[in-house]
């Protein structure tokens, strides 16, 4: 326990210490605020819908983005020898870092709290969705950190990394919109798979433990499947 | 202590580590040579739990690989190759990491033995450092830190002297033998007289298989003996002296060489010598020589060097 808050204070601070956690950051932003205010006056409606229903795309490109370099940095460099003869089992370690990935999006999300600050001055804004929306952001984004951090294991190219964690990611997201190609008697259960129709029930401040659940299992399959990665490579 | 039972390692389907069994006592300083690309690396990944063998056994103090892995790697200090860190920390923030990884909790505990490690390793200017900004040498002496962080019974170095200064090497050696008193250490190098000095045994792996494993002085013993006797002497000419020498035995294969000062005439004398006879054919080179008026400036025995035998057992079969 106490060496997974090392490692994941230790991978955290990694990011604050070298610049892509301000490039990522302004970048992811940029992205949201202009989508979102963009159209925001147009339709006239105090709440943070249009914000969160853009989320898992973004998502899915920024998060590979943090996570590509968690494995593939220290596999390329050498010090993923010293750090898997150091006394640590390998669930910790993937656990460690996966931590530190959640946090940083987690940590992202903060700058956007004022959005609803700023909309709560100029009309009434409904806190049920919004405290759904960022729960949910939460979960989506901590899913999508275990996907990225299985990519990353994969391969010592952060590069290729990025490359199947966006393709990971993608597919959870847009899984849902593509349920016209499907044969009837499974699409509930590719509804099910994918990402987006659970976190619009928690984004519209439904809580439900099905959906929870989901999240949660997703994050625990791709850990899992981290660390046996971690182990088939040896 | 260390007990490793037909170890073998596949890469696809190249061997690198072909049935390989040795036992290493506590307190022993076991010497790991070979080629490049011999298997040295790999056995040592194997024994500190990197790499998985895909057969034979590791047993350390009781406990086996790779059941008790973790338990395994708390006892072993660790120094990979070249000594691969994290660029972006400082120094002192990556030792207190790997310090809390492997569990020294107490701060105070901590500070103590950053205190002693800087002062064993050297590290006292370069703490406030960034790893990124360390010299190769000074990156080894942090990598030296990390492996005895927590002072474990078995330290693992692969490669410890490469690219260091030839102080540095020295120091390293001397911490090696110092440690070595009390602890077991393998290294594996492939300077053969770094072996000759701080080694108690020395295992010869080639082409994935252990050739030799003795003791530095029986390895010497137990191979073929060729010895070799230099002679330089002064106001002697190049033919008599020859005609002179190999009148003494027949067994001496007399040969002139480059002299080694001005004015000089100089010899390579070798004759075999597989220890039974030990006969010393100094004295009787003395004796023939006091007959004449020359004067002898060098006369020196030189038996068998490690290198020749490393070099017999690791030739490749062309």
Known sequence: MKQIKTIAIKEFKDYFISPIAYIVISLFLIVTGWFFFSTFFIFGRADLRDFFSLLPITFSFIIPAITMRLFSEEKNVGSYETLLTMPVSFTDIALGKFFAATLFTASMLVPTLAYPIFISLIGEVDPGPVIGGYIGAIFLAAAYCSLGLFASS?????????????????TL???DKLLFFMPSKIISAIEYIGANSHFTNISRGIIDSRDILYFVSVIFIFIFSTSIVMHEKN | MIEVQNLTKYFKDFCAVNNISMTIRKGEILGLLGPNGAGKTTTLRMLTGYF?????TITIKGLQMPKD???IKSLIGYLPESAPLYHNMLVYDYLE???????IDDREKRYDRFLQLSDICGLSSIMDKPIADLSKGLKQRVGIAHAMMTDPEILILDEPT??????????????????????TIIFSTHILSEAEATCDRIAIIHNGKMVADDTTANLKLGAQQNSMIKLSLKGALKE??????KSIHSDLDVKNVDPVEKDLVSFEITYSDDGSKNHDFRSDIYLKIKETDWIIVQLIKESQTLEKIFRELTREEA
């Open chain 1, 154 to 170: 994969l391969t010592r190219n952060q590069i290729i990394a990025f490359i199947i964690g966006c393709a990971l990611c993608f």
């Open chain 2, 69 to 71: 892995a973790i338990q």
């Open chain 2, 97 to 103: 990491y790997v310090a809390k990884i492997k569990g």
């Open chain 2, 52 to 56: 998985r063998p895909n057969s034979g």
């Open chain 2, 162 to 183: 490469s690219g260091l200064d030839p102080n540095q090497i020295v120091e390293i050696r001397d911490i090696i033998k110092t440690i070595g008193k009390e602890k």
């Open chain 1, 173 to 175: 997201t847009i899984l």
């Open chain 2, 240 to 245: 008599d002296a020859t005609s002179l020498l």
